[in-house]
């Protein structure tokens, strides 16, 4: 069983930062491609970014040069730093993994961004 607990969300202005984290049991962090989603009011889930085994990370077109996913091996976390926040940003994050043909989602923590 994998847990993830996500956390850092909150009501940011436009133009601002936010830091969230994906707390996970065990060392999945390290042998797992990490994924962080988001879901926008009235949209579909979509994948914002995430951070292979190796290191290799991926980010949508929409976050490129404005998010960085990061993690931490020894607090098996994964961090997703946000910058430059754009109203379109807002919507709840979700931590993911794909571990032995199963699906773990967190909780979801939620990002509004607005003036």
């Known amino acids: 069983q994998v847990r993830l607990v996500e956390s850092g969300g909150g009501l940011v202005q436009p133009g601002g930062s936010l830091r969230l984290t994906c707390a996970a049991s065990g060392n999945i962090v390290s042998i797992s491609t990490m994924n962080w989603y988001r879901q926008a009011p009235g949209k579909q889930r979509e994948l914002v970014t995430n951070?292979?085994?190796?290191?290799?990370?991926n980010y949508a077109d929409s976050v490129k040069g404005r998010f960085t996913i990061s993690r931490d091996h020894r607090r098996n976390a994964v961090y997703l730093q946000m910058n430059s926040l754009e109203v379109e940003d807002t919507g709840v994050y979700y931590c993911?993994?794909?571990?032995?043909?199963?699906?773990?989602w967190g909780q979801g923590t939620r990002v509004t961004v607005d003036s």
């Open positions: 951070i292979t085994s190796d290191g290799s990370t």
């Open positions: 993911n993994t794909r571990w032995k043909q199963r699906n773990f």
